[in-house]
Nanobody, 128 residues
């Protein structure tokens, strides 16, 4: 089992930055690819970024490319989503999720069913 806990959300103004972290406990991170999803108010959840279990490959949605950076901390116990140049449309509840390496979908997928474990979510609000 893997428990995921997000932290670092908050309220920022347009152009600001936030650093979200997802701390994992339980099974080794090496068994899972990690993804960050977000769910804006009144909209469906979408994949924002993902990282291979090894930390060597990353994926970013077009909407956040060049602004967000995803990385794994030493010992792969934590994944960090650095969010820069934030826009009001980035406002959402951000959740980290873990998908088994053996899913066969590659190191990233927008399919939420592929992720076995989810954090509770962290609210990010960007004001104009």
């Amino acid at each position: 089992q893997v428990q995921l806990v997000e932290s670092g959300g908050g309220l920022v103004q347009l152009g600001g930055f936030l650093r979200l972290s997802c701390a994992a406990s339980g099974r080794s991170f090496s068994d899972y690819n990690m993804g960050w999803f977000r769910q804006p108010p009144g909209k469906e959840r979408e994949l924002v970024s993902a990282i291979r279990w090894s930390g060597r490959s990353t994926y970013y949605a077009d909407s956040v490319k060049g602004r967000f950076t995803l990385s794994r901390e030493p010992a792969v116990t934590t994944v960090i989503l650095q969010m820069n140049s934030l826009k009001p449309e980035d406002t959402a509840v951000y959740s980290c999720a873990a998908a088994p390496r053996s899913s066969g979908t590659g190191y990233y997928t927008p399919a939420t069913y592929a992720y076995d474990f989810w954090g509770q979510g962290a609210q990010v609000t960007v004001s104009s």
